[in-house]
């Protein structure tokens, strides 16, 4: 018998294993750090930074950051600047003057800062008209901090004492500050030297006395006298001398040297 022939086995070729790519992570994106406001001015005595919160059509509203430097406690204080926007609207002080030739501004406290201590920051928010130049939105400048006293020109306030009633020994009358301005007259003192003696006092506070030299500054509620308004302050006291020269005549008495200022 004839052999079977011997079969050859072809082995199967072992597949090529597809290497595995790993996925390419996509970059992590942190956070936009919003820029911190640059301070406008630094002097020994202050800080000021200016930012803007939002703009729509032609108005700004704007951010100032006042903070004291000086290292004690600012009383009473004044912040001037100029600015070509029209302030519309303001939060946090109050516009004590506006040159609109200059464009001036000078700001004051609200009741509830009048004190800053040292370190300490108030934030004042305003709506203004934007004013551009070259396409380029023209910004608060030239800051300065005033002395918390300035004086109002007597041509627009009037001081008048008038005596009320007398008896044996005293008296009692008024001290009548009229504004014949056309702005308001805000956190208002007022000096005068006084033959009489006042014993006690209502509708201001005596802050001191020298002898015959006084100084009332405003009570907490009467602190604005708006143009054409008259604040009264009522006293009770002894030794005033009227238009005649007579003790305690009833009718208008003598004030010399009267000085009104605000702070």
């Given at each position: 018998?004839?052999?079977?022939?011997?079969?050859t086995?072809?082995?199967?070729?072992?597949?090529?294993?597809?290497?595995?790519?790993?996925?390419?992570?996509?970059?992590?994106?942190?956070?936009?750090?919003?820029?911190?406001?640059?301070?406008?001015?630094?002097?020994?005595?202050?800080?000021?930074?200016?930012?803007?919160?939002?703009?729509?059509?032609?108005?700004?509203?704007?951010?100032?950051?006042?903070?004291?430097?000086?290292?004690?406690?600012?009383?009473?204080?004044?912040?001037?600047?100029?600015?070509?926007?029209?302030?519309?609207?303001?939060?946090?002080?109050?516009?004590?003057?506006?040159?609109?030739?200059?464009?001036?501004?000078?700001?004051?406290?609200?009741?509830?800062?009048?004190q800053?201590?040292?370190?300490?920051?108030?934030?004042?928010?305003?709506?203004?008209?934007?004013?551009?130049?070259?396409?380029?939105?023209?910004?608060?400048?030239?800051?300065?901090?005033l002395?918390?006293?300035?004086?109002?020109?007597s041509?627009?306030?009037?001081?008048?004492?008038?005596?009320?009633?007398?008896?044996?020994?005293?008296?009692?009358?008024?001290?009548q500050?009229?504004?014949?301005?056309?702005?308001?007259?805000?956190?208002?003192?007022?000096?005068?030297?006084?033959?009489?003696?006042?014993?006690?006092?209502?509708?201001?506070?005596?802050?001191?006395?020298?002898?015959?030299?006084?100084?009332?500054?405003?009570?907490?509620?009467?602190?604005?006298?708006?143009?054409?308004?008259?604040?009264?302050?009522?006293?009770?006291?002894?030794?005033?001398?009227?238009?005649?020269?007579?003790?305690?005549?009833?009718?208008?008495?003598?004030?010399?040297?009267?000085?009104?200022?605000?702070?």
């Amino acid at each position: 018998a004839t052999p079977s022939p011997e079969v050859t086995v072809t082995p199967s070729p072992e597949p090529t294993a597809v290497p595995s790519v790993e996925p390419t992570k996509a970059p992590s994106v942190g956070p936009t750090a919003t820029p911190t406001p640059t301070p406008m001015v630094t002097t020994d005595e202050m800080e000021v930074t200016y930012s803007e919160v939002t703009t729509w059509e032609d108005k700004v509203l704007g951010s100032l950051t006042f903070k004291n430097t000086s290292g004690s406690t600012l009383e009473g204080w004044n912040l001037g600047f100029t600015y070509e926007g029209e302030i519309e609207q303001i939060w946090g002080v109050v516009i004590n003057e506006h040159e609109v030739n200059t464009k001036r501004y000078i700001l004051e406290p609200e009741a509830y800062n009048q004190q800053l201590t040292a370190g300490e920051s108030i934030k004042i928010l305003f709506i203004a008209s934007v004013i551009k130049e070259d396409d380029m939105t023209l910004l608060p400048s030239e800051f300065e901090l005033l002395a918390p006293e300035r004086m109002i020109n007597s041509g627009t306030v009037k001081v008048t004492g008038i005596l009320v009633s007398s008896w044996d020994g005293g008296c009692s009358g008024e001290i009548q500050l009229t504004n014949t301005g056309e702005e308001a007259i805000r956190n208002w003192s007022l000096e005068f030297d006084l033959e009489g003696k006042i014993s006690s006092i209502w509708g201001g506070m005596i802050v001191s006395q020298e002898e015959s030299h006084y100084v009332i500054k405003n009570a907490s509620y009467n602190s604005t006298i708006n143009a054409g308004e008259t604040v009264t302050i009522g006293f009770i006291g002894s030794g005033f001398t009227g238009s005649s020269e007579e003790e305690n005549e009833l009718g208008e008495f003598k004030m010399q040297n009267v000085l009104v200022t605000t702070y």
